[in-house]
């Protein structure tokens, strides 16, 4: 059990170019998530998949934003014409089937810098 | 819908003295309700967890937290503080998987712990 991995882990761009981040959840684990967290608050919902069905998208998640994760392993995040208030750490996180399916678990973030 | 506040956006605990920190929840359906640990530019970590199971709940790292339905909180505890403790803490809460909250974390604004010598 490597953990949840993200890439890249920082990002810096610059406004209207477009960025895509990816999660690799941990192995079995069905269900995936990605929040944003800007800086001194805590992290925001944006949206999960359960396997490769994008469940739920917050309105946070605007048409800029995209989410995939077409063979219901690793997941990206594409943001199309970045705005500076994109600047965040976009977070990933993953959950088990069964026994403890309430419990995230985190990758390390790919903190997003728009110039 | 749910929200969670955290009490304190900083606090500071001399070494070996209580680490108190404070979170109420507000839900409409029973919640499940979680403490987690942030160091800088990283993710996070889980350090506790209630699953309407037993209402004093035991993480890692000395730390611990009781469920208060009647207050509606659930504050995080550790007796001693250690200098590794320093770091943001996030109190979040979700629904039961019986409902549409179920799986979505509402986080609290965090609480920055600064441990002095």
């Known amino acids: 059990d490597t953990g949840v991995s993200q890439d890249p882990r920082h990002k810096i761009t610059k406004r209207g170019q477009n960025v895509t981040f990816r999660c690799d959840p941990i192995s079995e684990h069905n269900r995936l998530y990605w929040y944003r967290q800007t800086l001194g608050q805590g992290p925001e919902f944006l949206t999960y998949f359960q396997n490769e069905a994008q469940l739920e998208k917050s309105r946070l998640l605007s048409d800029r934003f995209s989410a995939e994760r077409p063979k219901g392993s690793f997941s990206t995040l594409e943001i199309q014409r970045t705005e500076q208030g994109d600047s965040a750490m976009y977070l990933c996180?993953?959950?088990?089937?069964?026994?403890?399916?309430?419990?995230?678990?985190f990758g390390p973030g790919t903190r997003l810098l728009v110039l | 819908a749910q929200s969670v506040t955290q009490l304190g956006s900083h606090v500071s605990v001399s070494e070996g003295a209580l680490v108190l920190l404070r979170c109420n929840y507000s839900s409409s359906v029973p919640p499940y309700l979680f403490w987690y640990v942030q160091y800088p530019n990283q993710g996070l970590q889980l350090l506790l967890k209630y699953t309407s199971a037993a209402t004093l709940v035991k993480g890692i790292n000395g730390f611990e937290a009781e469920f208060k339905k009647s207050e509606t909180s659930f504050h995080l505890t550790k007796p001693s503080a250690h200098m590794s403790d320093a770091a943001e803490y996030f109190c979040?809460?979700?629904?039961?998987?019986?409902?549409?909250?179920?799986?979505?974390?509402?986080f609290g604004a965090g609480t920055q712990v600064v441990v002095t010598p």
């Open positions: 979040a809460v979700s629904g039961e998987r019986t409902t549409d909250s179920w799986g979505k974390l509402q």
């Open positions: 996180a993953s959950s088990p089937t069964g026994t403890g399916k309430e419990t995230q678990y």
